[in-house]
C-alpha cells in the first residue's frame, strides 16, 4: 500500500521568501507519480506540479520546484518568492503509474501542510 | 476554473432528508471519484467510477451510494447522514490509463448535517 508522510502541519513564511514543504512516500512500486496540491480556504485543489519516479530531472512550474530524492524517497515542494496568495493548505499525493485496472488511478494524499505568508 | 463542476456549493440537511451532490466535467476523462476531507484527517477516497469499472471503498457506509449516468457525470446520493458526515465532498477525473497526468478537483461541497 502507498503511504504519504506530511510532518509539517503549520508553515510560515515571509513574503518574497523561498519555502520547502516536506513530503516522504512509501511504496513498493518501482512506477509511480508524485503530485502536488494547493488548496486555498475556497476548497478547490489545485494541481501544482507533478514528478514522475523514472524523470531524470527535477520538474519546475515557475515558481513551484521539486526536490525529488528517490534514494530517500522525498519529494519537497520549493515555492521561491512567498506571495501573500500562497497562503493555503499544500497536499502531496502519490499515484500508482502501473496499469493495474482496479486501482483505476487513484491518488493517495497526505495530511497537508497549511502555509502562511506574512507581509 | 479546472472544468470539474460541483453542486451544490454548500448543503445543510437533516438526518432524515435525502439530498444529492452533483458532479460534472467535460475534460474529456474517463473516470470520476469522490473524495471525502474531515477537519484534521487525510483525504478519504470514496469511490471511483467509471463506465468500464466501479472500484468501491468497503468502508464507506451504505447511506452514501454513487451513480454514474454518463462519463460525464457523477453523484453521491445521501439518506440518513450523521452529524459526523459533516465534511467537504470533493470530486474529481482523470484519464485512468493516463496516470501521469494530474486529476482535477471541482470545489467541492461543504456538507452539514443537523
Known amino acids: 500500500a502507498q503511504k504519504i508522510t506530511q510532518t509539517q502541519p503549520g508553515m510560515f513564511v515571509q513574503e518574497k521568501e523561498a519555502v520547502t514543504l516536506d513530503c516522504t512516500y512509501d511504496?513498493?512500486?518501482?512506477?509511480?507519480?508524485l503530485f502536488w496540491y494547493k488548496q486555498p480556504s475556497s476548497g478547490e485543489m489545485i494541481f501544482l506540479i507533478y514528478?514522475?519516479?523514472?524523470?531524470?530531472q527535477n520538474a519546475t512550474e515557475g515558481r513551484y520546484s521539486l526536490n525529488f530524492q528517490k534514494a530517500r524517497k522525498s519529494a519537497n515542494l520549493v515555492i521561491s518568492a512567498s506571495q501573500l496568495g500562497d497562503s493555503a493548505m499544500y497536499f502531496c499525493?502519490?499515484?500508482?503509474?502501473?496499469?493495474?485496472?482496479?486501482?483505476?488511478?487513484?491518488?493517495?494524499f497526505g495530511r497537508g501542510t497549511q502555509l502562511t505568508v506574512w507581509p | 476554473e479546472t472544468g470539474v463542476t460541483q453542486t451544490p456549493r454548500h448543503l445543510v440537511m437533516g438526518m432524515t432528508n435525502k439530498k444529492s451532490l452533483k458532479c460534472e466535467q467535460h475534460?474529456?476523462?474517463?473516470?470520476m471519484y469522490w473524495y471525502k476531507q474531515s477537519a484534521k484527517k487525510p483525504l478519504e477516497l470514496m469511490f471511483v467510477?467509471?463506465?468500464?469499472?466501479?472500484?468501491e471503498n468497503n468502508s464507506v457506509p451504505s447511506r452514501f451510494s454513487p451513480e454514474c449516468p454518463n462519463s460525464s457525470h457523477l453523484f453521491l446520493h445521501l439518506h440518513t447522514l450523521q452529524p459526523e458526515d459533516s465534511a467537504l465532498y470533493l470530486c474529481?477525473?482523470?484519464?485512468?490509463?493516463?496516470?501521469?497526468?494530474?486529476?482535477?478537483f471541482g470545489q467541492g461541497t461543504r456538507l452539514t448535517v443537523v
Open positions: 475534460l474529456g476523462h474517463n473516470a
Open positions: 474529481a477525473s482523470s484519464q485512468a490509463r493516463v496516470r501521469n497526468t494530474e486529476a482535477f
Open positions: 511504496t513498493s512500486d518501482p512506477s509511480y507519480g
Open positions: 467510477y467509471s463506465l468500464e469499472e466501479r472500484v
Open positions: 514528478q514522475g519516479s523514472y524523470d531524470q
Open positions: 499525493a502519490m499515484r500508482d503509474l502501473a496499469d493495474r485496472g482496479s486501482t483505476l488511478g487513484r491518488l493517495y
